[in-house]
């Protein structure tokens, strides 16, 4: 079946000229008056050149043809045709890139990270294999049998990236025996606030200070004869504490300044192989910035790197003292409150010490409560 086209033709008495062309068989699929000397015809586009002859010898003006339908897109697929293959090209590779791992991401596996790494290159499980080669289930049970002690193992497909997720076990605490004989003693250095014997008999009292390993609470009581026997001593010693973290920060800095050069280099990289047309420049120190942008998306594993550097020229500055002073402290009480975790503080403060005139060290200090007695021998 012929494709179809649509034209105008201009002229007096345009019906006339449609009863010729029927008479020597040309056919129309559309006939639309639009104004009163002009008809919107479509037509077969073997019957086109036909009636444009007929309607010049006549005395009609007739426009060019425009194709429609599948001619039209037919055309167009012509014409796009570079655009095309290299589609066509762009979901072969997505197809082709699906079929493999690009990534394996272990998460959340704390102290068994390197152990579940390990056990996956063992495995012959690493970015490049087919993805058919990975049975998921079957993964996580290996893991689970070779991790017992983690609650469980979660193994899934994110993208072209294997994912797999522990959930460690929390192992359940030591139960103290109430059975044999021992004295409670000083796990650190501390000074004694408060002495709560449920078993056995102090051996210290608030306000004394005691060093480590010194028998807080003795294993032994006095029957009502006054016979002493031995217990497991059993208690609690709290004692006052002080942690100090330091932090040293210094006075002077480097600053940088841009000398006005600048080089972008852009990098096309792959899982396979990366291609950079530009060399890096010479500078002798420079600011680098990076940055990748995707050129499939996460389906397809291309990306486009882009990095500018910049020559800078650096010299030595001194910096605001208060400034050093600030960021010291920042970083000081940052540090005790990490240790001071769980703790049951009484107090906090700061000291600030200038060292050789280039450095400042700030030292932060907190009084804590603490449970300092175990059990010793």
């Known amino acids: 079946m012929s494709g179809q086209v ?15 062309a029927r008479q020597q068989s040309i056919s129309f699929t559309r006939v639309k008056r639009e104004k009163s000397r002009s008809l919107l015809l479509r ?27 599948f001619l039209r897109l037919e055309k167009q697929l012509a014409k796009r045709i570079g ?17 493999y791992v690009w990534e394996v991401r272990v998460e959340n596996a704390g102290a068994y990270l390197g152990e579940v790494k390990t056990f996956l290159n063992e495995l012959g499980i690493h970015p490049g294999i087919r993805r058919s080669g990975v049975h998921l289930s079957d993964l996580r049970a290996k893991l689970e049998w070779r991790l017992p002690k983690v609650k469980w193992v979660r193994a899934e497909w994110q993208g072209v990236s294997l994912v797999v997720r522990l959930e460690e076990g929390v192992p359940p605490p030591d139960v103290a025996s109430n059975e044999g004989t021992g004295n409670i003693v ?12 449920y078993a056995g008999t102090p051996a210290v009292k608030a306000g004394d200070f005691v060093k480590t390993g010194q028998t807080l609470i003795r294993g032994e009581e006095r029957g009502k004869d006054g016979t002493a026997h031995p217990v497991q001593a059993r ?11 330091s932090a040293r920060v210094p006075t002077m800095e480097t600053a940088s300044e841009p000398t006005g050069r600048k080089t972008v280099l852009r990098v096309i990289d792959t899982p396979f192989f990366s291609w950079q ?10 600011d680098r910035e990076k940055e990748t942008l995707p050129l499939g998306g996460v389906w397809l594993p291309v990306w486009v790197v882009r990095e500018t550097f910049t020559e ?3 010299h030595p500055r001194r910096r605001d003292v208060e400034e050093a002073k600030r960021e010291g402290a920042q970083a000081a009480i940052f540090a005790l409150n990490q240790a001071l975790i769980n703790e049951e503080t009484v107090d906090k403060w700061m000291k600030f010490d200038m060292i050789e005139g280039d450095t400042i ?12 007695g175990r059990r010793g021998q």
């Open 43 to 69: 037509c077969a586009q073997k019957d086109y050149e036909a009636f444009s002859a007929l309607a010049r010898e006549k005395g009609f003006e007739v426009s060019a043809a425009q194709p429609v339908g």
């Open 235 to 245: 208690g609690e010693v709290i004692a006052r504490q002080w942690i100090s973290v």
């Open 83 to 99: 655009l095309w293959a290299g589609a066509l090209a762009a979901v072969g590779l997505l197809i082709w890139a699906l079929g």
């Open 186 to 197: 000083a796990a650190s250095d501390g000074l004694i606030q408060r002495v709560t014997a």
């Open 6 to 20: 649509q034209f105008r033709v201009k002229g007096l008495s345009a019906e006339k000229l449609l009863n010729a």
């Open 361 to 372: 060290t700030v030292t932060a200090t907190a009084e804590i409560l603490r449970d300092i």
């Open 277 to 286: 047309r530009e060399k890096e420049p010479d500078y002798l120190t420079s």
């Open 312 to 314: 800078v020229s650096l």
